[in-house]
Antibody, heavy 121, light 108 residues
Framework: EVQLVESGGGLLQPGGSLRLSCAASGFTFKIYEMFWVRQAPGKGLEWVSYISGSSSTIYYADSVKGRFTISRDNAKNSLYLQMNSLRAEDTAAYFC??????????????WGQGTRVTVSS | DIQLTQSPSSLSASLGDRVTITCRASQNIATYLNWYHQQPGKAPKLLIYATSSLQSGVSSRFSGSGSGTDFTLTISSLQPEDFATYYCQQSYSTPPYTFGQGTKVEIK
């Protein structure tokens, strides 16, 4: 079964750091583009970051640039998001997402269940 | 950056109704438009990619159309599991991988 399972969410204070992980299974992880997408409570979907299969290309949303770092370990079939200098507005459910292929022309086809991050003093 | 505007923001409909949701892009995105739905408390799910291609395993009551700047998602006969929030997303000019603001489909 194709599956993405996130972990690492939690409650922390503004300015803190957190590392999210995503374990992939059921597919050849290294050939897929991967993404992080977040959703603040009661709000819509916001793309956060992108990484190519080889990690050669990485993108960030302006809202997290300079604070978040995406990475992957293809040997471990894992995706990561290092989140530093966290702000209250980073409070959200964070989803690990697989790109469907063809430069995402095939959409975001597999989503994890999400892990919740709460930033509050 | 390309902006996506969905309409309506919410709608009420009955079981069996035909429902149409519109997504308008701020510039030409050809047919690089995807649709997702999200049931309460769950992760989003891909319904349609490239404007009109049905994702594997998705019911044929969902269909998509459009090109350029105007796109439509149609549900031919609303089922209980279709009461959810629907999002469009463009994959023409990335990053960013823009989503629409969402359309909530509620029970009348």
């Amino acid at each position: 079964e194709v599956q993405l399972v996130e972990s690492g969410g939690g409650l922390l204070q503004p300015g803190g750091s957190l590392r999210l992980s995503c374990a992939a299974s059921g597919f050849t992880f290294k050939i897929y583009e991967m993404f992080w997408v977040r959703q603040a409570p009661g709000k819509g979907l916001e793309w956060v970051s992108y990484i190519s299969g080889s990690s050669s290309t990485i993108y960030y949303a302006d809202s997290v640039k300079g604070r978040f770092t995406i990475s992957r370990d293809n040997a471990k079939n894992s995706l990561y998001l290092q989140m530093n200098s966290l702000r209250a507005e980073d409070t959200a459910a964070y989803f690990c997402v697989r790109g469907g292929g063809a430069g995402t022309a095939y959409g975001f086809d597999i989503w994890g269940q999400g892990t919740r991050v709460t930033v509050s003093s | 950056d390309i902006q996506l505007t969905q309409s309506p923001s919410s709608l009420s409909a009955s079981l069996g109704d035909r429902v149409t949701i519109t997504c308008r892009a701020s510039q030409n995105i050809a047919t690089y438009l995807n649709w997702y739905h999200q049931q309460p408390g769950k992760a989003p799910k891909l319904l349609i990619y490239a404007t009109s291609s049905l994702q594997s395993g998705v019911s044929s009551r969902f269909s998509g159309s459009g090109s350029g700047t105007d796109f439509t998602l149609t549900i031919s006969s609303l089922q209980p599991e279709d009461f959810a929030t629907y999002y469009c997303q463009q994959s023409y000019s990335t990053p960013p991988y823009t989503f629409g603001q969402g359309t909530k489909v509620e029970i009348k």
